[in-house]
């Protein structure tokens, strides 16, 4: 399976933007997918996942209320919804795909190549 993730970019506090996760082959309806963050210096963070069918998501604290994850199967996508961007928000954001329910980057076994958030104060 591979993962491109795009949407990433420039924005102010404040500010709202929408990543997209297109996968290739046909096991994405099957997949719990997810995104990580990581900011320069610190390592990779959850920031939140869905069950394979979209009905279930889990946020990381730091997140919730202001980012929503969603999926279309039919497109072999993952968005990331992120409202009221923060400084602290900025990172490089990757995509993942895994076999079970996990907020653990190691428990993930496809990753996208990233994509550059950076929010400015």
């Known amino acids: 399976v591979q993962l491109q993730a795009s949407g990433g970019g420039l924005v102010v506090t404040g500010g709202s933007l929408r990543l997209s996760c297109t996968a290739s082959?046909?096991?994405?309806?099957?997949?719990?997918m997810a995104w990580f963050r990581q900011a320069p210096g610190k390592e990779r963070e959850f920031v939140g996942v869905?069950?394979?069918?979209?009905?279930?998501?889990t946020y990381a604290d730091s997140v919730k209320d202001r980012f929503t994850i969603s999926r279309d199967n039919a497109k072999n996508t993952v968005y990331l919804q992120m409202n009221n961007l923060k400084p602290q928000d900025t990172a490089v954001y990757y995509c993942s795909r895994g076999a079970a329910w996990s907020k653990l980057p190691s428990d993930y076994t496809d990753w996208g190549q990233g994509t550059l958030v950076t929010v400015s104060s």
């Open positions: 082959g046909r096991t994405f309806s099957s997949s719990i």
């Open positions: 869905i069950t394979s069918g979209g009905g279930v998501t």
